[in-house]
């Protein structure tokens, strides 16, 4: 039987601990994985590869693929804020495998990552990605950015909820901005109002920064996180821009 792996890593932390700039994004890096396997996927590699693998390796797991969440350079690495950002270039030097990526957002990892068409595997909604025992739902997510995707993880088919491992789509407080290249603030709405609306109160949400808190239940983020409570599409444009 699969034993189950979702390790929650953040910059600064628990990699890349003498990057400034790392630690000043607070962004979150995850393993998830099938122990009993010893493999694991990662997301969103990004500003110390090595750092990221060495924790996976401790752990007793290797890589065997990437899921990234969408194409900004602090999540799949690339240039943001005059930095250079270390990321799924390094990884696939260091460590080859596949990387999964929604297909409304190849063409974005490609020309801030330079990874060739064949590195990834393109996917549609709802299609599964599996390490060792455990499968892994995809789920399109955007307004962000247009192939935003979140990763929903259960340790079996009957458990309730699992976890929600969403990128920059939905934090503890806040979501993710709509007015950069990409963004959308009505397919945000619906991402929010209806695709994300059916999940569970249990499931454990896992946000891609530590804006507000590491980790809540979406029942407790329904409930404190304010932009979850504005009742029309018209509030949201005005509260959002975009």
């Not at 700039?21 to 694991?40: H, I, K, P, T, W």
């Not at 064949?118 to 990605?129: A, K, P, T």
């Not at 935003?148 to 503890?172: N, Y």
């Not at 499931?203 to 407790?220: I, S």
């Amino acid at each position: 039987m699969a034993e189950l792996l979702v390790r929650q890593l953040l910059a600064g932390r628990d990699f890349a601990q003498r990057d400034g700039a790392a630690a000043s994004m607070q962004n979150f890096v995850y393993l998830l994985g099938d122990r009993e396997a010893g493999e694991c996927l990662v997301v969103d590699p990004a500003w110390d590869v090595q750092g990221i693998l060495d924790v996976a390796a401790a752990e007793g797991l290797r890589v065997v693929g990437a899921l990234v969440t969408h194409y900004h350079p602090d999540h799949v690495g690339g240039s943001i804020f005059g930095l250079e950002v270390e990321g799924l270039p390094t990884l696939m030097a260091r460590c080859p495998c596949p990387v999964h990526v929604h297909r409304a957002e190849a063409e974005g990892v490609r020309v801030v990552t330079g990874l060739s068409k064949s590195d990834l595997v393109e996917h549609d909604s709802g299609d599964r990605v599996e390490v060792g025992g455990l499968s892994i739902e995809l789920l399109h997510t955007p307004g962000h950015t247009p192939g935003s995707q979140c990763f929903r993880v259960k340790a079996t088919e009957r458990e309730s909820g699992g976890a929600l491992v969403a990128g920059d789509t939905l934090f503890l407080q806040g979501c993710g901005r709509v007015d950069l290249p990409g963004g959308n603030v009505d397919e945000m709405y619906a991402t929010l109002t209806q695709r994300l609306s059916s999940l569970p109160g249990d499931t454990m949400l896992l946000p891609g920064h530590a804006y507000g808190g590491e980790r809540a239940t979406m029942a407790h983020v329904r409930q404190t996180n304010p932009t979850l409570r504005i009742e029309s599409l018209e509030r949201f444009r005005a509260r959002m821009g975009g």
